[in-house]
C-alpha cells in the first residue's frame, strides 16, 4: 500500500487530512475514492490507516481506524555534509540519507565549498518522498549551517566521525559505536574534502577520521557508504 505524508497539524480528533500534493496524488494519480483505506505517516513516528470520508478538490479526508507508533530508530544518525556544487548530486545525497535511516541532516559551507545557494523547499519536498518510498515513519529535519563547526557544536553529545580518503586504513567497526547507545554523526565534506587545516580542527574537537575503502569517493558515494554501515 502507498503511503501518505501528513504532519500533526493536519491529524486531529480521529481525523486526517491530506492537502495540496498529497491529496492530488492520491485523488487523480492513484485515483482513490471516498471508502477506499489509505496509509499516512506523520513524519514523527505515527502510522495510521483508515477509509477516505470525503474528497473535494484539493484535499481529502480520512478516518483514523488503526494507529501505530514507532520509536526513534537506533542509532540515532546524523548526516553533516558540505554543500555540493551540482544540484542532483546534493539531492540524491539527501534522498538517499533519508532512505538509510538518517534521523537529521545538517548541509554546511567549508573551505572547498563553491555553491551558494540551495532549494530548501525541494530537498525537503525530496525528503518526504523517500521517507514514504521506504516505508518509514520519521522524518529528518534538513538544517542548514555556516559551518561544519557550528553543526559540531550543535551536537556535543554525539559520536563525531569523519569521512577522510588521507589517513591510515584503520579497521572501523560500526558496531563499537552502536553499543555505545549515543547519537553518531557522520561527517562528510563537499568536492574535494576537508582541507588540512579542518582536518587539524577536527582532532582537536576529538572527532575520529574513518577510511571508507581504498579508493576516492564522490562526497554523495561517501556519504551513502557512510551511513550504509550502519543499517541493521
Not at 107 to 126: G, M, W
Not at 174 to 181: I, L
Request: charged share 30%.
Amino acid at each position: 500500500m502507498n503511503s501518505y505524508y501528513a504532519p500533526l497539524s493536519q491529524i486531529q480528533n480521529g481525523f486526517i487530512e491530506l492537502r495540496e500534493q498529497e491529496a492530488k496524488h492520491a485523488s487523480k494519480v492513484m485515483r482513490a475514492s471516498e471508502g477506499d483505506k489509505l496509509s499516512v505517516v506523520d513524519g514523527r513516528g505515527g502510522r495510521y490507516s483508515g477509509p477516505i470520508t470525503r474528497i473535494t478538490k484539493n484535499t481529502i479526508q480520512l478516518e483514523i481506524e488503526e494507529q501505530k507508533r514507532e520509536e526513534v530508530p537506533k542509532p540515532s544518525l546524523v548526516l553533516g555534509m558540505g554543500i555540493i556544487k551540482k544540484r542532483d548530486r546534493l539531492e540524491f545525497a539527501v534522498e538517499k540519507a533519508v532512505e538509510l535511516g538518517a534521523r537529521d541532516i545538517g548541509l554546511f559551507r567549508s573551505e572547498h565549498t563553491i555553491k551558494e545557494n540551495v532549494r530548501v523547499d525541494r530537498l525537503e519536498a525530496i525528503a518526504i518522498s523517500a521517507m514514504k518510498q521506504s516505508l518509514r515513519c520519521w522524518l529528518p529535519e534538513i538544517s542548514f549551517y555556516q559551518g561544519w563547526q557550528e553543526m559540531v557544536d550543535r551536537h556535543p553529545e554525539a559520536q563525531c566521525l569523519v569521512a577522510h580518503e588521507k589517513i591510515d586504513k584503520e579497521p572501523f567497526q560500526p558496531q563499537d559505536y552502536k553499543k555505545k547507545d549515543k547519537p553518531i554523526l557522520l561527517m562528510v565534506g563537499p568536492e574535494g574534502g576537508f582541507s588540512s587545516d579542518e582536518i587539524s580542527q577536527f582532532k582537536e574537537k576529538g572527532a575520529r577520521l574513518v577510511s571508507l575503502g581504498s579508493y576516492r569517493l564522490r562526497a554523495e558515494t561517501a556519504a551513502v557508504a557512510f551511513l550504509s554501515q550502519f543499517l541493521s
